[in-house]
Nanobody
């Protein structure tokens, strides 16, 4: 089993920054993909960013240029640096791990383990 624990969420004004962290523990391995999703009230969970163990990085168009995903394989930790935050970024942010790459990285079904989520609120 793998446990994921997110931290770093909170309340921030529009234009501000936050850095989310997600530490994986338990059965350690070099996960092919570590990713971030978010879910706003009344909406479906949506893809934000993914980082492959080989270095490939992908972002949702809505966050491209503002968010940066990084990972420390030695620490089994993934980060999400969020800059220029907007009110529409308000959501609960979840990290996730895919134990194998199915060919699709942007759907929730591609990931096997999830954190409990950390809320991010951006005020206008």
């Amino acid at each position: 089993q793998v446990q994921l624990v997110e931290s770093g969420g909170g309340l921030v004004q529009a234009g501000g920054s936050l850095r989310l962290s997600c530490a994986a523990s338990g059965r350690t391995f070099s996960a092919p993909i570590m990713g971030w999703f978010r879910q706003a009230p009344g909406k479906e969970r949506e893809f934000v960013a993914a980082k492959f163990s080989g270095g490939g990085t992908y972002y949702a168009d809505s966050v491209k240029g503002r968010f940066t995903i990084s990972r420390d394989n030695a620490k089994n930790t993934v980060y999400l640096q969020m800059n220029s935050l907007k009110p529409e970024d308000t959501a609960v942010y979840y990290c996730a791990i895919a134990t194998y790459y199915s060919g699709i990285y942007y759907t929730t079904s591609s990931y096997d383990y999830w954190g409990q989520g950390t809320p991010v609120t951006v005020s206008s």
